[in-house]
């Protein structure tokens, strides 16, 4: 799965996960407002994006349209490109698959 993405969810005391992947799924913010809210997804070779998160949403790393890894987050940002997704949050809690 060399040619997928590189995920990578941080906090400010550890690295909570790095795995690689087919897809990420997030929950973000649609304004700065923080008005509304909505599932967004990423692929390998997605536009350059810094993406508001959602607090108390999940986030998930999928191989094969199954999760490797799933957390809901206390809000927090993603920063995409091409070949990663790097999620910063204050604090993760890792779910099961969810």
């Not at 304004?31 to 998930?60: C, D, F, I, Q, T």
């Amino acid at each position: 799965m060399e040619d997928g993405l590189l995920f990578r969810l941080l906090t400010p005391r550890k690295e909570v996960a790095s795995c690689r992947c087919d897809a990420v799924e997030l929950w973000a913010k649609d304004n700065a407002k923080g008005e509304g809210g909505g599932s967004m997804g990423v692929r390998r070779g997605h536009l350059p994006a810094v993406v508001a998160l959602e607090k108390g949403g999940p986030v998930r790393a999928l191989a094969d349209g199954k999760p490797v890894f799933s957390a809901r987050v206390r809000g927090g940002f993603a920063r995409v490109d091409a070949k990663s997704v790097t999620v910063l949050t204050p604090e993760a809690e890792e779910a099961d698959g969810e």
